[in-house]
């Protein structure tokens, strides 16, 4: 009797070994059956203990090298129903086996729920885990595994076995969309930070490394906006027919703000055809040549290889503005004509980025008419006096019958109010600054200051801060106007 209870015995196992092996055999179905459902013909059996069977294949035993499947799958078939009266004690264990060994659901070792692992198998993910290549070549790994691991969800990267059959991740996990990522440049630059703001120059804010105050920092906007970078040179005519209404004081005052704020690149040109008074309002810095000698040099100034030096011999430089000024004849014996004009522009445009042009007191000669032509920006300097106020609104007039380019640079003119001592008439002013603000684009007001007032030679170090500011606010307010021009098609 020992006898057959001992066959019976090792016959179960037997039939328990051959229908976990039949179980392993590889599929193409990547499907897994559910555990919830049990073959038809097969009734359901009760959960037992594990037997002395599970105990002799743990669950670990299944990733061992002694044993290796015959081919790589991840799932298990269902169990077939068609089964004999001999291996149905088998099938019993098994399933006893199924639960003990293997996790349940009909997966192995490794793949069930994440909290709970079988004894002897690794805690670590359930792809990218020691169990599949702790060998050297694990089983399911592909003959040529890729060089590098794909990233998984939260940092895991899969094994060379598992990126093989997953090249794309792990199914049914959610991989974040990546974010459209541009490469315009305007895109990319606005992206940047902005850089913070400097502190403040000047006061006890400066001291104690305070951002600047409100006036201080209209000033900053004023000088970036009269450093504009303009896409071609142009040229600033100041006029006004009636003498003494301080065209030449505003000229430099304007040049020299324009050349503080641009590093350079400006030249104040006095083109008044006789003889004007610029020379006597600058430092004479290098050579006493004129606009004569100037014209008198122009076939070598002119040449293909002229350089800027050349050009700066004939003109004066004024240090404390950063500009150049050409002064006009001082002897009466040579009258500039038109075609002079033409030649010195376009001579001094080769060189400038910016020509403020001071004009004379005859609208009706030819060099005063083609400045008119040339210019971007008109600049009209006044005094709170009835005839300054006068010469100005004659102008006025007569340049709005010139025709639609005229009328525009009417519109674009700004008035640069520079009054001496004693030179403000409130009733005037009272009258005439509305018309003059309907007719131009803006209105500045510059404080007297004893150093214009004293005739001489006009240096930017010792005019009044006030002063300055004001010329600062001058030159944005015309570099506005020349934008608009230059961005408007004619």
């Excluded at 006893?96 to 805690?123: C, H, K, L, R």
């Excluded at 974040?176 to 630059?189: F, K």
């Excluded at 006096?385 to 005229?406: F, I, R, T």
Aim: with cysteine; glycine share 8%; net charge negative.
């Amino acid at each position: 009797m020992t006898d057959s209870h001992n066959s019976g015995q090792h016959k179960d196992r037997e039939a328990a070994a051959a229908e976990v092996r039949r179980m392993w055999q590889p599929t193409p179905s990547w499907t897994q059956p559910d555990p919830n459902t049990a073959p038809a013909d097969e009734p359901e059996k009760p959960d037992e203990q594990p037997d002395a069977l599970s105990q002799e294949f743990p669950g670990d035993a299944w990733s061992r090298p002694s044993q290796p499947p015959p081919s790589p799958s991840w799932s298990q078939p269902a169990a077939e129903s068609g089964t004999t009266d001999e291996t149905d004690d088998a099938e019993a264990d098994s399933a006893d086996e199924q639960s003990s060994g293997p996790a349940a659901g009909g997966q192995p070792a490794g793949q069930g729920d994440s909290g709970t692992a079988p004894q002897g198998a690794p805690n670590s993910p359930v792809f990218g885990g020691s169990s599949f290549h702790s060998s050297g070549a694990g089983y399911g790994a592909p003959e040529n595994p890729p060089a590098a691991s794909a990233p998984a969800q939260g940092g895991q990267q899969l094994s060379p076995a598992a990126q093989h059959f997953f090249p794309q991740g792990i199914p049914g996990q959610n991989v974040p969309q990546q974010r459209d990522v541009s490469y315009r440049t305007d895109e990319l630059i606005q992206a940047l930070p902005l850089p913070r703001e400097a502190p403040a120059e000047r006061g006890v804010r400066s001291v104690l490394r305070l951002r600047p105050g409100s006036g201080e920092r209209l000033e900053r906007i004023a000088r970036a906006t009269a450093a504009t970078a303009f896409r071609r040179p142009v040229t600033i005519v100041v006029a006004n027919p009636k003498g003494g209404s301080g065209k030449t004081p505003t000229t430099l005052l304007l040049a020299g703000a324009l050349g503080q704020a641009r590093g350079g690149g400006v030249v104040a040109w006095d083109n008044n055809e006789l003889r004007g008074n610029m020379h006597l309002r600058t430092h004479d810095t290098n050579a006493r040549s004129t606009v004569t000698d100037m014209l008198q040099a122009m076939p070598m100034l002119t040449q293909p290889d002229a350089r800027l030096g050349d050009v700066a011999a004939y003109l004066r430089h004024q240090v404390a503005g950063q500009y150049d000024v050409l002064t006009s004849a001082t002897t009466t014996y040579a009258q500039i004509e038109a075609k002079d004009f033409d030649q010195i522009h376009r001579l001094l445009s080769r060189f400038y980025k910016v020509l403020v042009i001071d004009t004379g007191n005859n609208e009706g000669s030819s060099n005063w008419r083609e400045a008119m032509k040339a210019a971007d920006a008109l600049v009209i300097p006044i005094k709170w006096k009835s005839l300054s106020c006068a010469a100005a609104v004659q102008m006025l007039e007569e340049l709005d019958n010139q025709g639609p380019e005229a009328q525009r640079l009417i519109r674009r003119a700004v008035i640069a109010v520079s009054n001496g001592p004693g030179d403000v008439n409130k009733e005037v002013e009272k009258q005439l600054r509305p018309y003059f603000e309907s007719r131009a684009a803006a209105v500045v007001d510059i404080p007297t200051d004893q150093h214009i007032a004293a005739e001489g030679p006009l240096d930017h170090s010792a005019l009044q801060p006030t002063t300055r500011r004001a010329a600062l606010e001058l030159a944005a307010k015309v570099s506005e106007q020349i934008t608009i021009a230059l961005n408007v098609p004619r």
